[in-house]
């Protein structure tokens, strides 16, 4: 990637590192950008301990009165209308030109609209992670661009399929998620002509799992693997664990708040050179190419044919879709993700 044009990004992030969020948008990029780019940055994570207050303070007046050359400031996602938030409208007020305002999710669904819409019209930009967001967002300002979420590249790579053919998901498992997959998936898995694994990564609560062993427990085929102790913040370990798939599932739900999703789960899948099963629905079709990294499945049956065609694939056929899974990832690396930014950058 030719030298960027930022120097320096001072970035407002609305929650702390459990968020998925704030480590894929925020946490993992700009200490890339620090590596690899020569982009330094400030991290806010807002919160009551004395080091957040003062590191807020400090990045806040700098902003204020002596902003660096060459600097934005990302404001991501905060949606309250609490004194973070009332500070960071009144920062907008003062220092507009250098503000972008980043939200990957459907916020303005689920929480009240008011701060969303005053930094939407008052900040300088706006940067969505899905074009649901970006098509919603044009109503309050008319610089909004889509910045796909980004994915961590450890180079960690799948070298084969597993002797035991494995299917994997990974995410928070609830709501329009946990429905599509008991919908279109669980079903079609039972109904598969030889015995398989199921990794889950994101069970939590103790009834969703064992509600999933009750579901498969007449099937001594399937092989439920569902790992309780993960570390979300260490990168390192869940793309170890993503290596131990031989196809990813990333299912979204035809309605609002899951179209404003920006397709994470095929992503992750892709980074590590695993191959895609998803619906034909943005965000998933801007990055899985049917029958290239993956196969798009609309219907149980489609996954179940789709399944059974990985499942009995040469080791030829499976290293090239494997193969053209992670070479996807340029559309989603970290460069290509300051490359949008910086050209948003040049047009403030």
């Not at 902003?63 to 991501?76: T, W």
Request: with cysteine; proline share 4%.
């Amino acid at each position: 990637m030719p030298q960027t044009r930022i120097k320096y990004i001072y970035w407002f992030a609305y929650y702390n590192l459990d968020a998925p969020s704030v480590r894929y948008r925020a946490q993992f990029p700009l200490a890339y950008a620090e590596t690899h780019l020569d982009i330094q940055h400030c991290l806010v994570i807002p919160g009551y301990q004395l080091s957040r207050i003062f590191k807020f303070v400090r990045a806040y007046f700098s902003v204020l009165f002596f902003p660096k050359p060459d600097s934005i400031v990302v404001i991501q996602r905060v949606h309250s209308n609490f004194i973070y938030a009332s500070l960071l409208k009144l920062l907008v007020r003062f220092r507009k030109s250098r503000c972008i305002y980043d939200l990957d999710d459907a916020d303005y669904l689920e929480f009240k609209t008011k701060s969303i819409h005053d930094f939407a019209k008052n900040c300088a930009a706006i940067t969505g992670g899905s074009e649901e967001i970006v098509k919603y967002m044009k109503q309050f300002n008319n610089k909004v661009y889509h910045l796909t979420s980004p994915i961590v590249d450890l180079k960690l790579v799948k070298a084969q399929k597993n002797e035991v053919f494995t299917i994997g998901w990974i995410g928070g498992f609830g709501g329009g998620h946990k429905e599509s997959l008991y919908e279109l998936v669980f079903p079609v898995i039972k109904a598969l002509p030889f015995s398989c694994n199921l990794l889950i990564l994101g069970i939590t609560k103790d009834a969703d799992e064992v509600a999933l062993r009750k579901y498969f427990a007449d099937h001594s085929s399937i092989q439920l693997i569902l790992p309780r102790a993960i570390n979300w913040k260490n990168e390192q370990e869940i793309q170890e664990w993503i290596m131990n798939i031989d196809v990813g599932i990333a299912t979204l739900q035809n309605e609002p708040l899951q179209l404003a999703k920006s397709g994470i789960k095929a992503k992750q899948y892709m980074n590590n050179g695993v191959p895609v099963l998803c619906n034909d629905l943005l965000e998933n079709n801007r990055v899985v190419i049917d029958s290239h990294n993956g196969f798009y499945c609309n219907e149980p049956n489609e996954f179940k044919s789709r399944l059974i065609q990985l499942e009995e694939m040469s080791e030829a056929e499976y290293e090239l879709i494997s193969a053209n899974a992670r070479d996807s990832i340029k559309q989603f690396d970290h460069d290509y993700y300051f490359e949008v930014l910086d050209n948003l950058y040049v047009s403030l």
